[in-house]
């Protein structure tokens, strides 16, 4: 039997809070669970995890459905986060390809 993936207390927040957007955001514009599920590609089973703050369903389904209910994650229009995209691109150019811890070589000269 696998073992289930612990989160910390604020990531089940932070999705909890997410999910309740997102549903706010179905309410307000008037669609069914079953009409964003329809929209969004998914089954109601996935809205509704997506809705309770389940962390199982994929990030970019869960993107999907916050850009199908206006719910914006990032402060930027299309353009700029191309824009910040391109950015963060040239960063991680500069930044090594891999992280390693560094081995602290024992200093045994006496």
Do not use: W
Request: net charge positive; glycine share 8%; proline share 4%.
């Amino acid at each position: 039997m696998p073992r289930q993936r612990s989160y910390s207390r604020v990531t089940r927040e932070a999705l909890a809070m997410l999910g309740k957007l997102i549903r706010v955001g179905r309410a307000q514009r008037g669609l069914t669970a079953q009409e964003l599920a329809d929209r969004a590609g998914i089954s109601r089973t996935t809205l509704s995890s997506i809705e309770k703050g389940a962390p199982g369903p994929e990030i970019g389904t869960v993107f999907e459905v916050c850009s199908l209910v206006g719910l914006r994650l990032f402060d930027y229009d299309e353009r700029s986060l191309q824009m910040h995209n391109a950015r963060l691109d040239e960063k991680l150019t500069l930044l090594p390809k891999s992280v390693r811890r560094t081995v602290k070589e024992v200093d045994d000269d006496f």
